[in-house]
């Protein structure tokens, strides 16, 4: 068994059982349940990557805006789309009645950053600093058109509720690297591009059909960053103290009437809650951060609850050995007003996305930090709605959108995809939402094909049937 | 034959290690004949071998991949498959294809191929090449045949024996060299077997009575209480709900509320009255088409309709109603087949027996439903029924009986009363008064707009003759806004009726009572910002009628299609039946109910608005164009109960009283409007009376039913939905048409079955299936046991775990199906064997054996499930609240539970008094965002069946204990009930904290950490009273000011201690 990937319970009843004098056997079954078969464990392979963040921008961010340049369509504009470009390939239902489908080029202006030349929106100023430590995706594609199922198949590598979150799978295969914190945590924000947007499930990072003790763990902005973290008014840390002296005397009675490995785990459980009850206020106390840190990642990092004070707990997270942070950020859904909305939306995160990056690399952490940008899907490059000189409004669009990698496992400095002119097909090297995530899984040294559960009497995996690693965009 | 012996010597080997590794004891015979003469066991040995790591490619779905070897079937396995290679020869591994082929040293050669994934262990090769030598024989797969019962197995120990169950179980035991363990201590029986029955633990007095009753049948007589108790169907129900993925809000995108709590009480009754299984499953997949259905028979569909709803913008119905249809095949399947019949909707099964053809049959019996792919955002989506709780019903027959008491007294009095009515005419008809007659009961205000401005604040306005009598001008400028507020909510049903002479399409306001609103970002272009409340106004030409809880995504919005004629005079009206979906918003013009199209479908949040009625425009905001209003209106009503039809025809009815008499022919509303009138108001004394008695009980009637709640339910269209084959399981990509039907691996359709969903739930209990009542008793032992006989609650598939006890398992679902279905008969055998009696206390020996405790050489040991965990706290506290049923209640949650999840200014609205303190079956469970505290401790979250029960032991659910509001009150409440029943000495009164959540006396260690701990607590409050009274100051419910503050809150911790012990949380 992989010694990374026990869980705390099954350290403890393996110090249970050796006291008992009693094999590895007992152990092996006790912990492997349906999961992984020994000589399956990951790591398969020497990992790039031991940590991943993932900044997930959930409602579409507009690839057309932001990172997928297209000059020539300022002579088609306010013209309807071409058929030849469509290819009566289906629309949502927001759209699909629409009249004419008003080619709407972006209003704003790409330039080449950096010695790789990547091309950006003038939205992006920061990352386009950080351009050469990127690899930006052009040629993403989904199968989901409407936000439920495609951030349910982005996060789960499938479209309906039920299935194990990325993080869960990670987290199954590798388990924690440190004591003190979860191994999966998950922080919500949303921007003033749309603060109405889509709304976020637990399922986003939750277990599945896996034990829930793999689901991510919902970091909340504010006092209490963890459920029922803080200990009932007037009830102090000394005398939590006592109370978890005097519980584990009178389990440990217990313990010693039945041989039940479940009493010592708890009360192993009961002290990494109290761990916790320090370590997660320390972590999320960004008061102690120095000047530059805000300086860095901007105004709004001193807010708590916002993506940029989310992107510094990030760092601290990964600091702190936690396995698989995933940010989720709201407000990407520009149907209506996309310029202004747009802007908006990337003041709120341009920054302290750049500033995670150029963050890690200062501590060196960004070689064994794999960093992912993006979201469930593209926007069109029709209008929705009216098109104006200054106003345009975005559809969901599938079949094509950008995300961005950088750090462990992923090539620095490049670019790959191609779009049509229209920024609405693939013309070259298309990669699909399993091939993402069979990527994230190869940098973490995880082969995503070795990484099953049984369930319903079948083998599940991440990337379902399908997902090849995109090899050209590996160090 | 070298070689041959070869191998018998490595499985001997092998074998051998296996058993002593102790980590497969299932498919390993017994521990005395590890030897190659052993004779191996198809279906135990062999076939999950084949399954896991040859069927991917060579089992039933084999055509797809082309391939012409199939190891699922043995003719096949056994067949040429060219050149006189034959996979498996029987007696002969050494000609057989497979054993050299899994053997191969090439990897080109060998199988299964690297790059698959799959492996072949050594083990494995060794007992497929051992299986062939002795002939390779072929067995069905178990558990599709019909069980037959088996004999109890002669045991040793016969003095052990209470029921056949402890044959099955000591007969394994006895095998493995084990013996069973003592029964537990009586103290520990009671509370598991209550708990394991009501959810609940003993109390006290329970415990002492069960002490003091020596009979020889003392437990028995406890197993049947308990099994009598209504608590028992609370238990019951928590579990089906997970397998029937019963929630209270749709589980895509918004998530919003939807009422389903109807079905739910259905489910604790039927488990209460003991419905037999087999009726249990009819009524749930068909009640609606048995012959005569009773409502509750049609309750019990909703089932079928627990599936999430998807509301998003922009889906495409057609798709949703296909992920529909599949998800009530995918439940059916798993609740009641335990197969996994999900994987077939793609292609083939690659283990089961199950075509993708076959799927398309189960799919065919499910979507035939009248339920459009696109659900309502909040509310129940169609097809629904109405379904009083008994309450309602009792009241409405009380009301229906004395209404038809009233309506015999008129018709005996018919013939008079049309003669006095005849008299009153002519006397009408020779007047000329142009009196009229409209519906009084339930009026709530009536604005004549004849020229008294008394009534309004806002502006002065003109007057012109108007529809009746004088009419109020409106000019775009002015609007009248009443004196008086009224409040209207969400959920008040409403009529508003006016005249209106439109003079322009955008004529804007008629009637508003809203909020002023708040421009916002997500307003749609080109329309005015609208405030919570009604609206109806004129856009376009066309009616429109708003109920807004939060403009636009909140909000019901409904226009008619038809444009209204300009420059002449309309009645409108709109009536809004409070129950929050467009379905209940209806518009009438001229007395005809209109065409609608709708943009906002329904409420979700819930409003409550005093206002003032605005006529003829809005104050800031509230709606549409937001335009006041340019032309006439007249003879404004507004009613708080909705209409119906002919009241509204009447209300329409422009005709005065004496000219319908005079009039040669009569319409129906002429007719209404003369007969109401002469009844109210012309009539003799004593039918009057006995009019206006009727008239309100009509109106109660009408208030009671606009209250009853509403169900979504199964209906069957007249002609049944085409289905197909869809190939990859895409909506979009219909193949072969299909027709219903059942797979053939199982037994066919029952004699004279009808082809629909009555016919298959029919097949599903008919005797000789071999699944139905295999998978249910299963189900039952898990809930007890911790594991079900098979491991795989969900999968009796060739993937699915072999049973621990095969025969106990065929002997029970025999029991079960011979002795009617009857639920509560077979938990009593269960319960009453000496098998669930045993300790669970357990050696390290025995747990390192058998650690899940398959063999069931002791009692199960579990934690607490999530439900039993937080009512356990309640009820030992005493804060519990008895009460069986109704609506979903919302306890305390942490604050800002949806923050950062949701927009549009969706909160957690938390209840408060008794509703904090209902069992967990009740809290309201939003599934994309599950009632943390219930989750933590592994509830599954509802999005589809479940029917494997999960248990985790996690910081998170230490923390939820320790800190939760639910257990700090509770822990609170239990140091209360303490110092006020356990007298005054402090050992006491910890005894009496103890004993209720743990139903025993402390030892004296025990009672020693309980003492000090109470003491170093004690001290820290002396030492800061601000401490204690902060915790005391924790939930609701306020403390008890008569009991020393300090003092309360030492207890208070302690029996936090208390109620954190592992003991507590679990079942031993």
Redesign the interface.
Known sequence: MNPVREHQ?CLTRRHF?RR????M??V???CKGDGLAA?DSPPHFAPKAKRVIYLFQSGGPSQIDLFDPKPQLAEYRGQDLPASIRMGQ?L?????NQATFPTAPSIFRFAQHGRSGAWLSELLPHTAQVADDLCFIKSMHTEQ????PAITFMTTGFQ???RPSIGAWVNYGLGSENENL?AFIAL???GTG??????????LW?SGFL???YQG?KF???A?A???????????S???R??LD??A???E??QR???????S???A??E??YR??SSVPELTDLSKEPEKTFERYGPDARKP?TFAANCVLARRLAERGVRFIQLFH?GWDQH??CPS?LANQCRDTDQPSAALIHDLKERGMLDDTLVVWGGEFGRTVYSQ??LTETDYGR??HPRCFTVWLGGGGIKPGMTVGETDDFSYNVTRDPVEVHDLNATILHCLGIDH??L?Y?F????FRLTDVHGNVIRKILS | MRRTRDQSAKLAVLLTAGAALSLSFFARPARSAPSPQHSIDFNREIRPILSDKCWVCHGPDATNKKLRLRLDSEAAAKADLGGGRRAVVPGDPEQSELVRRINAGDDAERMPPPYSGHRLTDREKALLAEWIRQGAKWQSHWSFVTPVRPAPPPVKDQAWLRNPIDNFVLARLEREGLKPSPEADRVTLLRRVSLDVTGLPPTPAEVSAFLRDRSPRAYEKVVDRLLGSPRYGERMAFRWLDAARYADTSGYQSDRERQMWRWRDWVIEAFNRNLPYDRFVVEQLAGDLLPDATPEQRLATGFNRNHRGNSEGGIIAGEYEVEYTVDRVDTMATAFLGLTAGCARCHNHKYDPLTQREYYQFFAYFNSIPESGIHLRAGNTPPTMLSPTGEQRRQARRLETEIAALEKVLAAHETNIQRAQETWERSLAARATTQHWYPGDGLAAHYALDGDDSRFAGDTVKYQPGRIGQATEFDGETTLRAKEATTVTDATPFTLSAWIFPTAENAGAILTCAKEAEPSAETPAGEAPMGAGYGLFLAGGKLQFNLVSIWPFDAIRVETKGKLALNRWHHVLARYDGRRTKYGAAVFVDGQQQELKDAGDSLSEPYSVTRPLSIGGTFGGGGGEGKPFHGLIDEVRVYNVPLTPRQIAVLANPNPLDAIARAAGRTESDSDKLRWAFLASAAPAEIRRAWRRLSALGLQKARLEAAFPTVMVMEELAEPRPAFVLRRGSYDAPGDRVSRGVPAALPPLPEGAPDNRLGLARWLVQPSHPLTNRVAVNRFWQMLFGTGLVKTAEDFGAQGEWPSHPELLDWLAVEFREGGWNMKRLLRTVLTSATYRQSSRASAELMARDPENRLLARGPRLRLPAEMIRDQALFVSGLLVDQVGGPSVKPYQPDGLYDGLVGSGLVYRQDHGEKLYRRSLYTFWKRTIAPPSLANFDAAVRDSCAVRENRTNTPLQALNLMNDVTYVEAARALAERAMRQGGRAAEARLRLMFRLATARDPKPHESRVLAESLGAQSEEFRRDPVKAARLLGVGEKKADAGLDANELAAYAAVASLILNLDEVVTKE
Do not use: C, W
């Open positions: 319970f059982l008992s004098a009693v094999g056997a007992a092996a079954a006790l000589d289906r949502t239902g927001m759209t699909a058109i409407n936000h439920d309906l509720a039920g979860p919500v924000s949303v749309n603060t109405n947007d889509q709304p976020l499930y637990d399922r939750g034990p829930s003790k763990v909340r902005a504010g209490e963890v459920l029922y973290l803080s200990d009932p008014p007037g009830f102090d000394r005398m939590r006592r109370f005097d519980l005397r009178l389990n009675f217990k009437e039945y041989a039940d490995p479940e009493i785990t708890r009360v459980q009961y990494m809650a916790m009850q609850g709201r209506a007003k909305h709605g009216r559809d969901h094909k070795r099953t049984k319903q009497g079948r083998h």
